[in-house]
């Protein structure tokens, strides 16, 4: 049984405070601590493994009142909440309702100075430069990525799920795929779905049908500007995080991506942060009774221009 939030702790000689906040692993999935508050003494960050018992509305400590008040401080700016990062799957294993479940904050962000990663960023880049002298070696080793990308259509869910014009769905969906000298395995990915009112169509469509072609120039889908449904890709095109609809205190509701704060409105223009362009467009269709198909594109990832590589 998983500890639920306010929670009463109990250790081994007196009740400390309560369960505020629950902090997941986000590699095995599991409830790896426990914050407390310790009854208008701050919040202590007690593991998982401190834990002998839990009912529902109890969690028995092995450990002394001393004890855990000797932990140091909770620092919550060392963490995220769910709603502010992607990690596909792991909200099926939470069974803890409600307030605040938290995963570590990825290392990147917490070691390295945004600047200094951009830099040392460049400086990889230029050592890349000469791939090009061995690209004819590299391609015939890796010819297997070079078949020709996956137009077919997907099924990803029924349009009765958003619930609102200009607010962003989120749609999750399997497919299967191959990777160089890998067996095939399937993975799992999201796409986001808006039901856009006409201001916000033509924001994206400046009042054109778009068009999607192969990499021969051969039309495959055109998206009508009429059609009020629209589908992003699931991955920020800064590098290629998973982002999230969220309520921003000065722009209201928005995309957000929390790796690196880029912020886009609900037609995928960028409003701030990083982000080289908008939001990446995606095939889409609509049935009669409202199941939702799209052509799964990926794109390459921190550039201005759109290079599809899915």
Same mark, same amino acid.
């Given at each position: 049984?998983?500890?639920?939030?306010?929670?009463?702790?109990?250790?081994?000689?007196?009740?400390?405070?309560?369960?505020?906040?629950?902090?997941?692993?986000?590699?095995?999935?599991?409830?790896?601590?426990?914050?407390?508050?310790?009854?208008?003494?701050?919040?202590?960050?007690?593991?998982?493994?401190?834990?002998?018992?839990?009912?529902?509305?109890?969690?028995?400590?092995?450990?002394?009142?001393?004890?855990?008040?000797?932990?140091?401080?909770?620092?919550?700016?060392?963490?995220?909440?769910?709603?502010?990062?992607?990690?596909?799957?792991?909200?099926?294993?939470?069974?803890?309702?409600?307030?605040?479940?938290?995963?570590?904050?990825?290392?990147?962000?917490?070691?390295?100075?945004?600047?200094?990663?951009?830099?040392?960023?460049?400086?990889?880049?230029?050592?890349?430069?000469?791939?090009?002298?061995?690209?004819?070696?590299? !391609?015939? $080793?890796?010819? @297997?990525?070079?078949? +020709? *990308? #996956?137009?077919?259509?997907?099924? /990803?869910?029924?349009?009765?799920? %958003?619930?609102?014009?200009?607010?962003?769905?989120?749609?999750?969906?399997?497919?299967?795929?191959?990777?160089?000298?890998?067996?095939?395995?399937?993975?799992?990915?999201?796409?986001?779905?808006?039901?856009?009112?006409?201001?916000?169509?033509?924001?994206?469509?400046?009042?054109?049908?778009?068009?999607?072609?192969?990499?021969?120039?051969?039309?495959?889908?055109?998206?009508?500007?009429?059609?009020?449904?629209?589908?992003?890709?699931?991955?920020?095109?800064?590098?290629?995080?998973?982002?999230?609809?969220?309520?921003?205190?000065?722009?209201?509701?928005?995309?957000?991506?929390?790796?690196?704060?880029?912020?886009?409105?609900?037609?995928? !223009?960028? $409003?701030?942060? @990083?982000?080289?362009? +908008? *939001? #990446?467009?995606?095939?889409?269709? /609509?049935?009669?009774?409202?199941? %939702?198909?799209?052509?799964?594109?990926?794109?390459?990832?921190?550039?201005?221009?759109?290079?599809?590589?899915?």
């Amino acid at each position: 049984m998983q500890p639920q939030l306010k929670s009463k702790v109990r250790c081994a000689d007196r009740e400390v405070g309560e369960v505020t906040k629950v902090i997941m692993d986000p590699l095995s999935h599991d409830v790896s601590h426990l914050v407390v508050s310790m009854n208008g003494s701050g919040e202590r960050q007690v593991s998982i493994g401190a834990v002998q018992t839990v009912t529902e509305d109890l969690v028995q400590l092995r450990s002394s009142s001393s004890e855990v008040i000797a932990l140091p401080p909770f620092k919550r700016e060392d963490y995220v909440t769910l709603h502010e990062v992607e990690i596909p799957g792991l909200e099926r294993h939470i069974h803890v309702e409600s307030g605040e479940v938290l995963v570590p904050l990825p290392e990147l962000e917490r070691n390295v100075k945004r600047r200094t990663f951009f830099a040392n960023l460049t400086y990889v880049t230029g050592l890349f430069i000469g791939l090009p002298l061995v690209y004819p070696v590299l !391609k015939f $080793l890796m010819n @297997p990525m070079y078949a +020709s *990308l #996956d137009n077919r259509w997907l099924k /990803v869910g029924n349009v009765a799920k %958003v619930k609102a014009e200009d607010v962003g769905t989120q749609f999750q969906y399997k497919r299967r795929v191959k990777e160089a000298y890998m067996p095939e395995s399937e993975i799992e990915k999201n796409v986001w779905v808006v039901k856009a009112t006409p201001s916000v169509l033509e924001k994206v469509y400046q009042g054109k049908d778009m068009e999607f072609r192969d990499s021969a120039g051969k039309p495959i889908w055109t998206n009508k500007k009429d059609v009020p449904f629209l589908a992003f890709s699931g991955k920020c095109p800064h590098l290629g995080c998973g982002f999230k609809w969220r309520n921003h205190k000065v722009l209201g509701p928005v995309f957000l991506c929390p790796c690196h704060l880029s912020i886009y409105d609900a037609s995928g !223009k960028v $409003l701030d942060g @990083p982000a080289p362009r +908008s *939001l #990446d467009l995606m095939p889409i269709q /609509v049935s009669s009774s409202g199941e %939702v198909q799209i052509i799964d594109m990926e794109f390459k990832a921190g550039t201005k221009s759109q290079t599809r590589i899915v």
